[in-house]
């Protein structure tokens, strides 16, 4: 049979792995009677875990959430990857980074020598290859993510990048982490349209009482929409073009720019597409091979037109040379 201690976390480990038990269930696989089982559960519960205990037929023991963190029982590869992440907390600087080393020493300070050894191996092999941190805090994190939850709509300041500040009022749907960056999916009520906002550029956030009744993204779901919005939407111009050419032909030349294709049947594609000058949109557009009509925006059309006039020019211009065959058949023998 086993001791009072090991029995105390056998228990919690069958806890962890499934939430309710019957007491009958439980104490079989304990080999232990029930009433030896009531003492073992008010020991968890005398040590900060908290238990709710049902009687009848269908009674049972369920462990529930208490007002403080107990202790955890994490399997060897739960270990190492809680360990990994939390020495890598996505590129996080700040609160985020310092609450992370204090769980992360706090966690190998547990680890048998052979984890320890089994972490330091896998740390050796492993390089990171983004270096940058975010200087987003820890509270604005929650904060956001709680307006999510509450619907509740949010008035900021948000700097673009070129530092100049505007006021926003939106209504904020989720907190999405891609690599390096956090950003708030929100709908912009002056703009009324979904825009992606990056945490680190967001100033006085602060909830204005109202609440709203949350929409429907339009590409379906976060994943979808934001790989649409972080290709496109981090750029001072956008243009949507119709390419007579399929993705599949288009792929190389999407390298060149931010694009999302569409297929449109009979060979042709629309691509939403962005750029940080109407001279880069144009020099792409330029260099393909296919023939194209722009949607949007008109901008870039003038720009375009402008662009096409001052190449004409320059062919006509261009002095004729004489070629090489000309001069040699000139020189004397």
Not at 116 to 137: E, F, H, Q, T
Not at 152 to 167: C, K, N, S
Not at 248 to 268: D, F, H, I, K, R
């Amino acid at each position: 049979m086993l001791s009072a201690t090991a029995r105390l976390i056998r228990l919690l480990s069958l806890f962890q792995a499934q939430r309710f038990w019957s007491g009958a269930e439980l104490a079989a696989r304990l080999e232990i009677t029930e009433r030896t089982l009531r003492r073992d559960v008010d020991r968890l519960r005398s040590l900060g875990y908290t238990v709710d205990s049902t009687s009848g037929v269908a009674g049972g023991y369920r462990l529930g959430a208490g007002t403080a963190l107990p202790p955890l029982l994490l399997e060897d590869e739960e270990a190492i990857a809680v360990a990994l992440g939390l020495g890598n907390p996505a590129n996080a600087a700040g609160d985020i980074e310092t609450a992370s080393m204090r769980a992360l020493a706090k966690l190998e300070q547990l680890m048998p020598p052979r984890l320890r050894r089994r972490l330091d191996s896998v740390r050796a092999s492993v390089v990171p290859v983004m270096r940058g941190k975010s200087p987003v805090r820890l509270k604005a994190v929650s904060f956001l993510a709680d307006a999510c939850t509450a619907r509740l709509v949010l008035r900021f300041g948000y700097r673009d990048h070129h530092d100049a500040t505007t006021e926003r009022t939106v209504e904020p749907h989720r907190v999405v982490q891609t690599g390096q960056r956090w950003y708030l999916l929100a709908w912009d009520m002056a703009r009324e349209d979904w825009r992606t906002f990056r945490l680190d550029r967001i100033d006085g956030a602060e909830p204005t009482g109202a609440r709203f009744t949350p929409r429907r993204l339009p590409h379906g779901d976060v994943a979808s929409y934001m790989e649409h919005a972080l290709q496109v939407s981090p750029y001072l111009h956008h243009a949507q073009v119709v390419v007579h050419a399929t993705p599949e032909t288009l792929e190389a030349y999407l390298g060149w720019v931010s694009g999302v294709p569409e297929a449109l049947g009979n060979g042709a594609t629309r691509i939403a597409t962005g750029a940080n000058s109407l001279d880069a949109l144009a020099v792409w557009l330029g260099c393909l091979p296919y023939d194209f009509e722009l949607e949007s925006p008109s901008e870039l059309a003038d720009h375009l037109a402008l662009v096409a006039a001052r190449l004409g020019k320059a062919t006509r211009r261009a002095p004729t040379l004489p070629s090489r065959r000309s001069k040699s058949s000139h020189r004397k023998p």
